[in-house]
């Protein structure tokens, strides 16, 4: 109750404030939409260190399905599908549960396990991603060790009242979607529905079958899922604005894919997620205002494994979990002078599950862990450089557990621009990312005495824009350097906190644009210490290129090659490099954008993790239309 009460005490002083400079205020006219990017740090500064922005472009039509799709090309990311949860996202070698997941500044809660599915994450009215790979601002709170991927979706707008698309690829792959959105000045609304369904991926033709896998369609990984979102802005006064959104994901059936060298039969079942959130931006003076976000994220879901000769649920494993997090987020802004500014606030967030199943937890069993985390960041700005520093304030604390355990999360960031426009940065942060629920409470390796686990992060950004008659582009650099300490392994079938770790890259990417777009991309990753787990299933090294060309009559063309080193394995087998190539062509008449596309065009046989093979050659198809 004591959160609530404090989100009351501050709602009174905001309307108090607001009495107070309503006059001033009408003068200046202030407004601000609720778009997602002022819930959480938009410029450099704020954000501490280099941010990759994924623009998505209205006029083409994507071949992304998912947000695993759409980052997959992202230098220093790799992502690769297999095992329980789904998708694998790893930033500069940091794991799925490491990393900050958010939908328009919303933390997206990864349950039980701590891990967000990208596959699970539609794409569709997304204005950009923004992807923090290094130093990460306090302003984030904690579980950033990893990094951070933040999801925009776009404001709505008036070119149409009802949009409709549809995608097909190989094996009865295939999504449908319809939305809806429009502004009324002071208020708007988004409205969002789709099916996407898939009957599992068809494998290279040079793939050779096994005991367990029959080389032709992947096995175990059907699955059929409906999503449901919608979105409502309302403007105050001309200068504040509420929003809520409310969704809902669910599939019936949701297959797991095995190891190609083990035979068994997972799944899950009556597969759901929900998420409600209620956000606030106000306008308190000329000089200050105020955002709060309030949100509420929960996952359901049922366990299954069958008898691969009956076909018969194992009736020891039916595993029931309820997973949610509720919380919230207060974030001021002061210009305090011309040259500085100041972001303070509180977060908090509390997470709590129950589990069933016919093993270890006969009856309903719960635990619930609680969070909170206090944020100051300054920026003072004086001509060509920029400087800022800050620090959050974490608390964490589990049922059960004698006592809070706390901790600072400094972060500072230098950052110059010359009359050239090259933008040089020089940040440092430490970050944290606190034990999941399963790990410390499973009865098989819990460990309720783990402790967070920490990275001090540095990292050196170079940006150099260049410019000759018709030939243009940007090169940009990052050299960084990890210290990780505590990071949680199983030690005897216990889960327990380790010693530590270092970790160095550089990440290069070029734009050149002439007659076309070229883009370059490498990216290499190294451990001080070659037999650290943490290391296993990234690649030391990787290209990107990309070549975007407009052809005659405004057919637009892209081809995609990405090269990825060979990467070791827990089960000491070196998985070897290889390459993808793909290629896709758009076109937009009036309303209606067309797009196809082949994906592994040299229908290329290679893993993604050990035991699971990616996709062979593939024929993508998508169409959109806005009807009126």
Request: one cysteine or more; a negative charge; glycine letters at 8%.
């Amino acid at each position: 109750m004591k959160i609530f009460n404090l989100i009351i005490l501050l709602f009174i002083f905001t309307n108090s404030l607001i009495a107070s400079e309503i006059d001033t205020l009408k003068t200046i006219m202030r407004h601000y939409n609720l778009d997602g990017i002022r819930v959480i740090a938009d410029r450099p500064q704020e954000t501490i260190g280099a941010v990759e922005i994924i623009e998505l472009d209205p006029v083409l039509s994507l071949p992304e399905t998912n947000i695993a799709e759409s980052v997959e090309k992202v230098n220093g990311l790799h992502v690769s599908t297999g095992g329980k949860s789904g998708s694998t996202l790893r930033i500069r070698g940091f794991g799925n549960d490491q990393i900050k997941i958010m939908l328009d500044g919303r933390p997206l809660g990864g349950g039980y396990f701590g891990n967000v599915d990208l596959n699970t994450i539609p794409v569709s009215d997304i204005k950009e991603i923004r992807i923090l790979k290094g130093p990460v601002s306090s302003l984030y709170g904690s579980d950033t060790m990893g990094g951070v991927i933040n999801i925009i979706t776009n404001s709505p707008s008036n070119t149409s009242w009802l949009k409709m698309g549809t995608e097909f690829k190989r094996n009865n792959t295939n999504k449908s979607y319809l939305s809806s959105a429009r502004n009324f000045g002071g208020w708007d609304y988004w409205l969002y529905t789709s099916h996407y369904n898939t009957d599992g991926f068809m494998l290279s033709e040079s793939f050779e079958p096994t005991n367990y896998e029959d080389g032709k369609i992947r096995n175990n990984c059907k699955r059929d899922q409906w999503d449901l979102q919608s979105k409502f802005n309302f403007t105050i006064f001309d200068f504040h604005s509420i929003g809520f959104q409310a969704g809902c994901t669910f599939m019936d059936t949701k297959e797991i894919p095995e190891s190609i060298y083990e035979n068994n039969l997972r799944e899950f079942t009556d597969w759901k997620r929900y998420q409600f959130s209620a956000l606030g931006s106000f306008q308190l003076r000329y000089n200050l205002t105020s955002d709060i976000n309030i949100y509420y994220d929960r996952y359901d879901d049922t366990y299954a494994e069958y008898n691969p000769s009956t076909g018969v649920m194992n009736s020891s494993w039916p595993s029931n979990i309820k997973s949610w997090t509720i919380g919230t987020h207060q974030k001021f802004d002061w210009e305090i002078t011309k040259h500085i500014d100041s972001i303070f606030g509180y977060r908090f967030e509390k997470q709590s599950y129950l589990r069933k199943d016919n093993g270890n937890y006969p009856d309903w069993f719960g635990n619930e862990q609680l969070n909170h985390n206090i944020f100051w960041q300054t920026e003072y700005k004086y001509n060509s450089i920029n400087f800022t520093a800050g620090s959050g304030v974490s608390f964490f604390k589990q049922k059960g557990r004698d006592s809070w355990i706390s901790h600072f999360e400094p972060s500072v960031g230098v950052y110059f621009k010359n009359s050239l426009n090259w933008k040089l940065s020089l940040a440092f942060s430490s970050n944290t990312k606190y034990p999941t629920m399963h790990q410390l409470f499973s009865s098989s390796s819990g460990n309720s005495d783990l402790i967070e686990e920490r990275a001090q992060k540095s990292e050196f950004n170079l940006l150099i824009p260049f410019s000759f008659e018709s030939f243009s582009g940007s090169i940009q650099q990052s050299i960084f350097y990890n210290h990780i300490t505590g990071l949680i392994e199983k030690i005897g079938g216990t889960n327990e906190n380790i010693d530590h770790i270092n970790s160095y890259g550089y990440e290069v990417s070029s734009k050149i644009y002439f007659i076309w777009e070229h883009q370059a991309d490498y990216s290499y990753l190294k451990y001080t210490n070659e037999s650290n787990l943490e290391l296993l299933g990234t690649p030391s090294h990787t290209v990107g290129l990309t070549e975007r060309v407009e052809l005659p009559y405004s057919l637009k063309m892209e081809y995609t090659a990405f090269w990825k080193d060979v990467r070791h394995t827990e089960e000491n087998i070196d998985l070897p490099a290889y390459w993808l190539h793909s290629v896709y062509f758009n076109k937009k008449i009036s309303r209606y954008k067309f797009m196809v596309g082949v994906e592994n065009i040299f229908d290329l046989n290679y893993q993604e993790e050990f035991g699971y093979p990616g996709e062979g050659l593939n024929f993508v198809l998508k169409l959109e239309g806005e009807l009126f």
